[in-house]
């Protein structure tokens, strides 16, 4: 800008000495001059006004990658506690499992030391076989016999139940190891991403100045988003109470008021004999489903791609979709149309509680969504490892709950 600013001067310099150099130009003269150096004024202010679009092209790119830097930064953040909080999960984990195995080994031992014991006061000179004639009658002989039966079905039932507990810890470790993995993954693509991001800027650094300011500003917003994104959270906890109580306030009073209608209807058989209250009572009760039949649909269709594989950028429910494409094109089959990018469906609809959450709801997490299932599941386009599955609704921080239906 100083370099244009320069050859504007100079241009003015060249027609002043033009003029001066010349003894008394005519007004002809002096016009065709003043036209002269207007046309390459404007030609230079034109370039000056390409060098300032320019330069607003690479702040406004400068701007939109500290954008991104941000939101990134907010989802690392957020992807660092869960995994620490998995961390700690997989250890609780490992400890219950040592003690399942330890205690599965004392209970063998003791069982077998027990049963040695039996065998040998059992064997040789018909020892064991005397301390059963040697009962004061048949019914205490079978009582001592029931008593070792009993005694082994007892230590056999400890041995197994501990054995069917180290099974469940093993399996819960194996989804903890595979939740695990998939935020490992996540946590690698976001580095890359964080990555390309941290050399676009470098890249740009030449056109924008103070660019360290601007990167410990969008650190500062970073963590001031973070910070919106706990105090959301800690405000729909406290909505969710809300609508808690307020729900069992109104079951309450619905029960009582059942509790009336009854007692009036009985009053009123006992009096008449008309059996028309309960014809009323099963066409209210018809109504209790409501309109979520269209969020159920919603999840069962999704349901039936579970296994097909994971395609970054894809769209198709058969051969390839990411988190985003995998909810648009489920829904896209039922006549809505969603936005294609999983921040984009992070603010559309309607937010919802988790205590409300429906079938057909979309659960949106940092850079990742996914369709609720019922029962603390979603069913979603997980990694390039693992392809669409069947997952915990709380296995990842939940940003927002949006229902479309």
Known sequence: ??????????????????????????????????????????????????????????????????????????????????????????????????????????????????????????????????????????????????????????????????????????????????????????????????????QTIEEQKETVENFSSRLADAKSEARAYQKKIDQDNAEIAKIAAAEKKAAEEKARKAAEEKKRKEAAENAKKGQSGDSGGSKKKDSGGGVVVGGSGTGSEIANYALQFVGNPYVPGGTSLTNGCDCSGFTMSVYSHFGYSIPRNSGAQAGYGKAVSYEDAQPGDIFCYPGHVGIYIGGGRIVHASTQATGIKISNALYRTVSTIRRIV
């Open 1 to 198: 800008m100083k370099r244009f600013a320069g050859m504007a001067v100079s241009l003015v310099m060249a027609g002043i000495l033009a003029v001066t150099a010349t003894a008394a130009p005519t007004k002809s003269e002096l016009n065709k001059d003043i036209k002269e150096n207007k046309d390459k004024l404007q030609q230079v202010n034109e370039e000056i006004g390409e060098i300032e679009e320019q330069q607003e092209e690479a702040q406004a790119q400068m701007d939109a990658s500290q954008a991104l830097l941000v939101a990134l930064l907010a989802n690392v953040e957020i992807l660092q506690g869960d995994i620490a909080r998995k961390q700690l999960e997989m250890e609780q984990a490992q400890a219950d499992y040592d003690a399942a195995e330890e205690e599965e080994r004392r209970q063998y031992k003791t069982m077998c030391a027990r049963l040695r014991r039996m065998y040998e006061n059992s064997s040789g000179s018909s020892e064991y076989i005397e301390i059963l004639m040697q009962a004061e009658s048949i019914a205490d002989a079978i009582n001592k016999a029931g008593y070792i039966n009993k005694l082994y079905e007892y230590d056999r039932t400890l041995l197994v139940n501990y054995q069917a507990a180290k099974e469940e810890v093993e399996k819960l470790q194996a989804q903890l190891e595979e939740d695990m993995a998939e935020l490992e993954e996540i946590q690698g693509e976001y580095e890359e991403q964080e990555a390309a991001l941290n």
